[in-house]
């Protein structure tokens, strides 16, 4: 196997893997309450994979003779990053068809791990390296998720507060180490600043729209 | 098949999508193009608003946190990560034990 593919898996299982186990443990535990089954909680981590849109799923899709419609639409807008997501990483993964293997891993913590390392790597480690990243944090994720279903007994809920707690707080860190990085500061305070107005959309959209709000206007600051 | 394995299939289905598109449209244009770079600060942008909903504003379980701890696991993370030039497993440690013990003290 490559180096880079070992290097980065090396890398995701240090601060990425505790962050995202203690949100996934969070996350399995609650799918547990909820009523639903291990292997729904474990295809939903390792499918939708990504966590907004996972617990926006999870609330409103659990209760029995909930409408599967307004459910799949509020966990797509809640996941909508996704998109300007890959469209800033697809140039680092190169133009061959192998970069569409990258597709099931896109979200944040290897998506943020890859917009750090990958500029400055080779191009023809870069898809390798994000794979090994990709696919060591994946499966901490889903491991977590399933020893999450098992203890959610013995979870009380100050607990798995708690963990959920890791997710935002890692991406803090993620962020102010990045804040360096050209573009990264203006779109952070864009991101805070347009962030009240998430509270009356709700979630799902509220941060969609805060994104697109705060991104959009650090953007054209930037470009003046 | 019951309402919440169809809207965890249907969700699927659309995240892949978006994911391609993204991929797609990011591998169509030259890599200095404005569109990657609007991308970039949209993602950015997102995720700082997630991170100042989940302190400011949570909804859910972490709604649960009172405000005064969520921001007293904020300055410890903040705090470590100053004091050892950003190093963030032990930032993200410090930031859970300041939040544990900050619920400790207002229960």
Redesign the interface.
Known sequence: MPPPFLTAARDAL??PA??MG?TFL?FGA?VAEAG?SLP?AV??TA????M??Q?V?L????T?????AP??IA??AA?????????????L?G?SRA??L???F?A?TP??AA?RRLPALPDADRRTWFLGFALASWSAAILATALGHALAPHLP??V???L???????????????LGRP??R???????L???L??PLG?AW???A???I???L??AL??R | MTGADLALLLTVLTGLALRALGLALGGAVRPDHPLIAWAAAVSVATLAAFVALAVAAPTGLLATIPLPARLAGLAAGAITFAATRGAILPALLAGLAGLGFARLITG
């Not at chain 1, 499918?47 to 990504?50: A, D, E, N, P, R």
């Not at chain 1, 609330?59 to 659990?62: H, I, M, S």
């Not at chain 1, 029995?64 to 599967?68: E, Y």
């Open positions: 240090g601060a505790f962050a203690a969070a609650a639903l729904w295809l939903c499918t939708v994979y990504g907004a849109g617990l799923l609330g409103l899709a659990a029995p003779g909930a409408a599967v459910a799949v966990a797509t996941n909508a990053r996704f998109l300007p997501m890959a469209v800033a990483l697809a140039p993964l133009r970069r569409w990258a597709l099931p896109i944040i998506w943020a917009m809920p100050a798995r507060a708690a959920l707690f890791a997710n935002p707080l890692y991406f803090a860190l993620l962020l102010a180490a990045d573009g990264v203006g779109a952070v305070i864009g991101g805070v347009a962030a009240p998430a509270i979630s509220g941060l969609l805060a994104g697109l705060g991104g959009t650090a953007f930037q470009r």
